[in-house]
């Protein structure tokens, strides 16, 4: 097993390009999250639809998309303990994509369980403000 690389890379990431980079992210993610929501959604309108069905198994939802943020860090550490990922098709890049989308489902999720439709209209006022 390769040690992780502990030493501080030849260039940095500047706090501007770091800024630079947040709005791309978010810029993708958005794009992401609305085309795996159209194959996972089924054209239900609900965008939680494939973790309720974890319902049928006696599984709360929240915590059945918790066991995938769960397979997604498990990804992460692997690869921070290797320098390495067996499945090519899916980067490291791509597993912390992942799990942000996920993360983001988990909040829809718990605005939508405790009802709290001040906070999501909070967020809705500063995506329109952007």
């Not at 993610?29 to 159209?38: D, F, G, P, V, Y």
Request: glycine letters at 8%; charged letters at 30%; proline letters at 4%.
């Amino acid at each position: 097993m390769e040690a992780p690389n502990l030493t501080t890379p030849d260039r940095i990431m500047t706090r501007e390009e770091y800024m630079r980079l947040v709005p791309g992210v978010f810029a993708f993610m958005q794009e992401l999250i609305h085309a795996k929501n159209a194959d996972y959604g089924g054209g239900s309108g609900d965008p939680f639809a494939n973790f309720r069905q974890s319902i049928q198994e006696n599984v709360d939802p929240i915590r059945g998309l918790r066991l995938r943020i769960g397979d997604k860090e498990q990804r992460i550490r692997s690869f921070l303990a290797t320098g390495q990922l067996k499945v090519k098709s899916e980067s490291v890049y791509d597993a912390v994509l992942d799990r942000i989308g996920y993360s983001l489902l988990e909040l829809g999720m718990l605005i939508e369980r405790n009802e709290d439709w001040h906070y999501f209209e909070k967020m809705a006022q500063k995506a329109e403000e952007a």
